[in-house]
């Protein structure tokens, strides 16, 4: 299944393998057996800023971007990058979708426009999905972009030195679930139509999905923002046998979770960590994210054993209703949702990682294109109601939430409906208010220090986000 390579690509191979024997790069388990993992100083700097970025561009690109959710007159269900799983492609033929991959529209300097100006301050790109596909010219393996495709580019070089190139920071989303590799076994919840054979060693698998990471953060790439895991869920024991008695963190095998962290930190101490695996974070991970929810919300019910813990906060949404490019999915939110994934992410102290799916020519879809423009105005007018701030005073209400940045807490009132009249009183606050301005034009809010209630008259709301902003003591 991984054909054999030159003689360069094999002594590259054997470097990896020597690295990945290195001090730190033992059989270490996930049994809590390991050290307590002590975060590096650049990586607190890196979680900083990541709290201070609070917008990041999230890219789910892959060979299933060539049928977009349509093959052989069936269309999907859902999401379109899972359409190997979904339709039951076996291997062979689902490999053909590499020699259809010709993105000649690709311009890495948009894409990192595009993001910059809709106010996002990081990309995440998928540098291998579920499918097993590598977006990059990997040295483990053939089954990548460089040796399959027509197209023979590294797309994740040309992204990296554009965002180095631009001033962005770039995470790699990178898949745990494997369908295509045949040492994935014993084999998961997923990716049983994909024609794996019936044995294979899984630790072998692991030291492959360590290779290429090592490959993504041995400097080729620059510094790489962090390394965003997705799929471990797909051995986790209580959902294969459907058993709520097991601990939601128990996985039929060994995922040598720390072993792969601390490679990461070894080769790039700043890297932050993040796995979506939908519990609360695990020794050496450095942010959390919640899918398709706010942090505390599970209406998408993938954050049914998810506990918030003391990490950054991230949460990741669409902007259709697939990750993966997918021709018919025509369902482009409006800005105002937009905004409320991104202003409620803030108000939890938490970022929005917002996904677009590019097309097989390498373009974003044009409605994206459109969203991204329309964030733009939003972000270079409220920014700074964003920006550097963590979640405010007051826990999230029914008509918004704040924001706060020293002595400067933010009103956002996001639902109209709910904060019925004029007055918004801000129960809990600490601080009293000592002035209050409307954010669009710096009009006067008048306000009641005693109770800490501001009055935001109907005519000056605004339907997507109505900002005001206070000056409180300490
Ligand atoms: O299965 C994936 C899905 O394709 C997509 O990548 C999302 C992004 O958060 N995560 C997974 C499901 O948890």
Redesign the pocket.
């Known amino acids: 299944m991984i054909p054999t390579r030159s003689r360069r690509r094999l002594s590259l191979s054997l470097a990896i393998l020597l690295l990945l024997a290195l001090p730190g790069g033992g059989n270490s388990q996930t049994s809590g057996s390991e050290p307590p993992y002590k975060p590096a100083p650049e990586n607190l700097e890196a979680r900083k800023w990541f709290q201070d970025a609070k917008f990041g561009l999230?890219l789910?690109w892959g060979i299933y971007s060539v049928p977009g959710g349509e093959y052989k007159g069936q269309n999907v269900k859902g999401?379109a990058?899972?359409i190997m799983y979904r339709l039951k492609i076996p291997i062979p033929e689902y490999e053909q979708f590499a020699t259809q991959f010709n993105p000649t529209e690709f311009d890495a300097a948009e894409w990192v426009r595009l993001a910059k100006q809709a106010g996002m301050k990081y990309i995440t790109i998928?540098s291998k999905?579920?499918d097993g596909f590598a977006m990059w010219d990997s040295k483990v393996s053939d089954y990548d972009i460089v040796d399959r495709t027509p197209y023979k580019k590294d797309v994740l070089k040309m992204l990296a030195d554009e965002c180095q190139k631009q001033g962005i920071k770039l995470f790699f989303?990178h898949s745990h679930l494997d369908w295509h590799h045949p040492d994935y076994y014993p084999r998961g919840r997923t990716g049983e139509f994909s024609g794996r054979p019936e044995s294979g060693d899984f630790n072998k698998y692991l030291d492959y999905m360590d290779a290429q990471l090592a490959e993504l953060l041995g400097g080729h790439y620059g510094r790489v923002a962090g390394i965003w895991f997705?799929?471990w869920?797909d051995q986790q024991l209580r959902r294969m046998k459907d058993d709520r008695s097991i601990p939601a963190t128990q996985t039929q095998v060994d995922w040598r979770l720390r072993r792969t962290y601390d490679l990461i930190h070894r080769l790039q101490p700043q890297a932050l960590v993040g796995n979506?695996h939908?519990v609360a974070p695990f020794e050496g991970e450095d942010f959390q994210?919640f899918?398709?929810d706010l942090p505390g919300q599970n209406t998408a019910g993938?954050n049914v054993d998810s506990k918030i813990g003391q990490l950054p906060l991230e949460m990741?949404e669409t902007t259709n209703d697939s990750?993966?490019y997918k021709k018919s999915d025509k369902n482009f939110k409006p800005l105002k949702t937009l905004v409320g994934y991104l202003v409620g992410a803030a108000g939890r102290n938490a970022n929005l990682l917002l996904?677009i799916g590019p097309q097989p020519t390498g373009k974003f879809p044009p409605e994206a294109v459109e969203q991204l423009k329309q964030l733009s105005g939003w972000t270079s007018k409220y920014g700074d109601s964003i920006y550097g701030t963590r979640g405010g005073p007051v826990a999230p209400q029914k008509w918004g939430v704040t924001t706060q940045k020293g002595n400067k807490v933010y009103v956002h009132v996001l639902d109209n409906e709910a904060a019925n009249g004029e007055e918004i009183t801000l129960a809990g606050m600490a601080g009293k208010i000592k002035k209050a301005k409307l954010m669009s034009n710096g009009g006067d809010v008048k306000f009641d220090a005693t109770k800490n209630t501001v009055y935001v008259p109907k005519s000056s709301r605004d339907p997507i986000d109505t900002v005001v902003v206070l000056e409180v003591t300490k």
């Open positions: 999230f789910h999401i990058e899972w998928t999905h579920h989303y997705d799929g869920w979506n939908h994210m899918e398709k993938f990741c990750w993966g996904n």
